[in-house]
């Protein structure tokens, strides 16, 4: 079970930061941990991911160098940090997790298990 907080409204050019908080048998070694966002009439978008077995990271081009995603294993617990968010970051934001795997990727078809959502709107 996934569950997102952290959500809101924030100005251009502030910070937000979200939060993802896993059950036990999802974060474990060896899996995927991702954020998606999914603005109305759009697809669902990969926005960052984590390799929980080294820490890779992986981060879709429109949020590279504004957004980083990292985790606290003792916690169980994902994080997006939003620096200077755009108009165009407002989204629903989830958090997905695999099953064990090597690799990450941004298809969500590939991440089973997801939480309810967080809105954020920047403004």
């Known amino acids: 079970q996934l569950v997102e907080s952290g959500g809101g409204s924030v100005q251009a050019g502030g910070s937000l930061r979200l939060s993802c908080v896993a059950s036990g048998y999802v974060y474990s070694s060896s899996v995927c941990m991702g954020w998606f966002r999914q603005a109305p009439g759009k697809e669902r978008e990969g926005v960052a991911a984590i390799y929980t077995g080294g820490g890779a990271t992986y981060y879709a081009d429109s949020v590279k160098g504004r957004f980083t995603i990292s985790q606290d294993n003792a916690k169980n617990t994902l994080y997006l940090q939003m620096n200077s968010p755009k108009p165009e970051d407002t989204a629903m934001y989830y958090c997905?997790?695999?099953?064990?795997?090597?690799?990450?990727?941004?298809?969500?078809?590939?991440?089973?298990?997801w939480g309810q959502g967080t809105q954020v709107t920047v403004s």
């Open positions: 997905a997790g695999t099953r064990a795997r090597w690799l990450c990727n941004f298809a969500p078809t590939e991440y089973n298990y």
